[in-house]
C-alpha cells in the first residue's frame, strides 16, 4: 500500500510559481512511476506530467509544457511539481498518482493523493 500526500498549493497571481510536492510512504517508491494530474471545476480530470521510476525524461501535456517541471527525489519519496508563469487557466484541484505500469493515464494509475488546490488570480 502506498500512501500519498500532497502539499504547496495555494492562491497565487497570475505570472507566479508555486512548487508542489507529493509525499509518499512505503519502500517501494524508487519502482514507481509518478504522474500529476489536476481537475478544475465543472471540468474532467486532466493529465498533467508523469516522470518515470529513475527520474529520467519526465513529460508534459501541451498546455504546460514550458512552464512546468516534474522531478523527483527518490531518498526522500517525494516527487515536485514546479509551476512558473501560472495562468488562471491552471486554477484546479491538482493530484499525483503513482502506477506500476509504464504507461501513464487517469485509468492506469493505482494510487492517488487527496489533492491540493491551486488558485490563479488574474
Known amino acids: 500500500q502506498v500512501v500519498l500526500v500532497e502539499s504547496g498549493g495555494g492562491l497565487v497571481q497570475a505570472g507566479g510559481s508555486l512548487r508542489l510536492s507529493c509525499a509518499a510512504s512505503?519502500?517501494?517508491?524508487?519502482?514507481?512511476?509518478m504522474g500529476w494530474f489536476r481537475q478544475a471545476p465543472g471540468k474532467e480530470r486532466e493529465f498533467v506530467g508523469a516522470?518515470?521510476?529513475?527520474?529520467?525524461?519526465?513529460y508534459y501535456a501541451d498546455s504546460v509544457k514550458g512552464r512546468f517541471t516534474i522531478s523527483r527525489d527518490n531518498a526522500k519519496n517525494t516527487v515536485y511539481l514546479q509551476m512558473n508563469s501560472l495562468k488562471p487557466e491552471d486554477t484546479a484541484v491538482y493530484y499525483c498518482?503513482?502506477?506500476?505500469?509504464?504507461?501513464?493515464?487517469?485509468?492506469?494509475?493505482?494510487?492517488w493523493g487527496q489533492g491540493t488546490q491551486v488558485t490563479v488570480s488574474s
Open positions: 512505503g519502500p517501494t517508491f524508487g519502482s514507481l512511476n
Open positions: 498518482a503513482a502506477s506500476v505500469r509504464d504507461l501513464i493515464t487517469i485509468a492506469t494509475m493505482d494510487y
Open positions: 516522470i518515470i521510476w529513475s527520474g529520467g525524461s519526465p
